[in-house]
């Protein structure tokens, strides 16, 4: 069955290419748990293209305060998604 687009599973290797990244500074990432967040079977790595997309979207810096919007989003979504756990 072929993935959605966002779906599509990237290599340590391509997103290295993709963000123009070293793959030394991705696994630093994994160690730490930053970064674009990874699945793991065994020893392979991979990274959906969708939270590769996700990733770069919220760190978009412009002039008219986007990153500030994508941040005060993303803040808000995290917020009701603990309130609800907590109900």
């Known amino acids: 069955m072929p993935f959605a ?3 599509e599973l990237l290599t340590e290797r391509e997103l290295a ?3 123009k990244r070293s ?4 696994q630093r990432d994994r160690a ?3 970064g674009i967040p990874f699945l793991q ?3 392979q790595v991979r990274y959906r293209l969708g939270d590769v997309r996700t990733y770069v979207a919220r760190h978009v810096v412009g002039s008219n305060g986007e990153q500030g919007a994508a941040i005060a989003l993303s803040q808000a979504t995290r917020s009701s ?7």
């Open 32 to 34: 730490e748990r930053r």
């Open 17 to 19: 290419r993709y963000i």
């Open 41 to 43: 079977f065994e020893t």
């Open 81 to 87: 998604r603990t309130a609800k756990q907590s109900a």
């Open 23 to 26: 793959r030394r500074q991705l």
């Open 5 to 7: 687009d966002d779906e």
